[in-house]
T-cell receptor, first 114, second 110 residues
Framework: DGGITQSPKYLFRKEGQNVTLSCEQNLNHDAMYWYRQDPGQGLRLIYYSQIVNDFQKGDIAEGYSVSREKKESFPLTVTSAQKNPTAFYLC?????????????FGSGTRLTVV | SQQGEEDPQALSIQEGENATMNCSYKTSINNLQWYRQNSGRGLVHLILIRSNEREKHSGRLRVTLDTSKKSSSLLITASRAADTASYFCLMDTGRRALTFGSGTRLQVQP
């Protein structure tokens, strides 16, 4: 079955470390997105990518980096510059004509700083 | 960025009752979508309504859209305990990013 796979499901990071969250899709979707969700709040856009080798900052990109070397993969790195990284991270994808059919979301990664 | 507003923020009802949640937004949209999120999980797409549509049904779900008021409502009829989740509206504004509402937490008591 097609879908989005996020890994790991839970991730613990020490202060000052960089960590990378994986997002892989086999839907042949052109666009991919990363969102952050804090407890009791909505989703905020970190980065998005419409095509391979291109990505754009979202609303809260500071302290994060991404790459889009393959259509299927859109990993997110949480760097030590991100001051408050503890949150739930969701990856999503859509076809190029994103408005027509909705979006597919992964099951999320919960990142905790210890 | 523009975020949609949802109300109520939280809703608690008994099984069998109907649940209504509302979403308001600020700019014009191409379509509006509703998603469900179970605690700590990803989002599940429920229904999409285009800007030229006024009402749409899917099973126990009914969505309305009033573009003149820039608002949408999601009605879940004959609710079940399994409907307990957070519900988000998503506004597709034609920009290259997604804008979510703030969410409604629904609790259905058995």
């Amino acid at each position: 079955d097609g879908g989005i796979t996020q890994s790991p499901k839970y991730l613990f990071r020490k202060e000052g470390q960089n960590v990378t969250l994986s997002c892989e899709q086999n839907l042949n979707h052109d666009a991919m997105y990363w969102y952050r969700q804090d407890p009791g709040q909505g989703l905020r856009l970190i980065y998005y990518s419409q095509i391979v080798n291109d990505f754009q900052k979202g609303d809260i990109a500071e302290g994060y980096s991404v790459s889009r070397e393959k259509k299927e993969s859109f990993p997110l790195t949480v760097t030590s510059a991100q001051k408050n990284p503890t949150a739930f991270y969701l990856c999503a994808s859509s076809i190029r004509d994103r408005g027509a059919y909705g979006y597919t979301f992964g099951s999320g990664t919960r990142l905790t700083v210890v | 960025s523009q975020q949609g507003e949802e109300d109520p923020q939280a809703l608690s009802i008994q099984e069998g009752e109907n649940a209504t949640m509302n979403c308001s937004y600020k700019t014009s949209i191409n379509n509006l979508q509703w998603y469900r999120q179970n605690s700590g999980r990803g989002l599940v797409h429920l229904i999409l309504i285009r800007s030229n549509e006024r009402e749409k049904h899917s099973g126990r779900l009914r969505v309305t859209l009033d573009t003149s008021k820039k608002s949408s409502s999601l009605l879940i009829t004959a609710s079940r305990a399994a409907d307990t989740a957070s519900y988000f509206c998503l506004m597709d504004t034609g920009r290259r990013a997604l804008t979510f509402g703030s969410g409604t937490r629904l609790q259905v008591q058995p």
